[in-house]
């Protein structure tokens, strides 16, 4: 059975720092491709990175470039969203997901029209960023 479980959301200052983990298991983790995904108050479900099976490949929204890192552990079935120079309009709900296929375009972020509930997305881990 397929479990991914996010952590390591909190409350932080604007300009702060934060990493979030996800641990997955039930499946061969280093052959699937993983994606980090955020739903703000009010807002769709938004695209943040994806990070290829081996990890030698990454990919970020526009939004989080430059800011946020994606990386994986193959060994420890984990995969970790450092994130740096956070900002108010980073304040979500963070989702950790296995492979959740073609994203869409709004015009303004790529997103996904549902989370699933065929557990391959996480339950979620709220990030705050307030002064």
């Known amino acids: 059975q397929v479990h991914i479980k996010e952590s390591g959301g909190t409350l932080v200052q604007p300009g702060g720092s934060l990493r979030l983990s996800c641990a997955a298991s039930?499946?061969?983790?280093?052959?699937?491709?993983m994606t980090w995904a955020r739903q703000a108050p009010g807002k769709g479900v938004e695209w943040v990175a994806d990070?290829?099976?081996?990890?030698?490949?990454?990919a970020y929204a526009d939004s989080v470039k430059g800011r946020f890192t994606v990386s994986r552990d193959n060994d420890n079935n984990m995969v970790y969203l450092q994130m740096n120079n956070l900002k108010p309009e980073d304040t979500a709900v963070y989702y950790c997901?296995?492979?959740?296929?073609?994203?869409?375009?709004?015009?303004?972020?790529?997103?996904?029209?549902?989370?699933?509930?065929?557990?391959?997305w996480g339950q979620g881990t709220q990030v705050t960023v307030s002064s």
């Open positions: 997901a296995k492979d959740p296929g073609p994203k869409s375009w709004n015009g303004t972020y790529y997103y996904y029209p549902r989370i699933p509930r065929d557990g391959s």
């Open positions: 039930g499946f061969t983790f280093s052959r699937v491709a």
């Open positions: 990070i290829n099976r081996s990890g030698g490949y990454e």
